[in-house]
Nanobody, 117 residues
Framework: QVRLAESGGGSVQSGGSLRLSCQAS????????MAWFRQVPGEEREFVSS???????NYGDSVKGRFTVSLNNAENTLYLQMNSLKPEDTAMYYC???????????RGQGTQVSVSS
């Protein structure tokens, strides 16, 4: 059974850092595209970052230069290091799994990130 479990969210002040984790079980993470999305209630889901099977990474414009995505194959875990956090980064962050980075079929329960000014 495929399962994604996010953790690492919390409350920080503007300029602070957090590291999110997405523990995958039931499959080998490196064989799929894995990504982070975020969503604020009442708004569209926003792409944050992805890590493709060949190691290619992509970032949304709003997080470029501040966030870094990585995959630890031994731990089967996707990470998102978030630095220089801003209040507008406040959202529920979801880890997603896809056959490609254009088609995702699994999503975790999410972890909340709150950034205060």
């Amino acid at each position: 059974q495929v399962r994604l479990a996010e953790s690492g969210g919390g409350s920080v002040q503007s300029g602070g850092s957090l590291r999110l984790s997405c523990q995958a079980s039931g499959y080998t993470a490196s064989q799929y595209c894995m990504a982070w999305f975020r969503q604020v209630p009442g708004e569209e889901r926003e792409f944050v970052s992805s890590f493709d099977t060949d190691g290619t990474t992509n970032y949304g414009d709003s997080v470029k230069g501040r966030f870094t995505v990585s995959l630890n194959n031994a731990e089967n875990t996707l990470y998102l290091q978030m630095n220089s956090l801003k209040p507008e980064d406040t959202a529920m962050y979801y880890c997603q799994l896809g056959f490609t980075c254009d088609y995702y079929f699994e999503r975790g329960q999410g972890t909340q990130v709150s950034v205060s000014s």
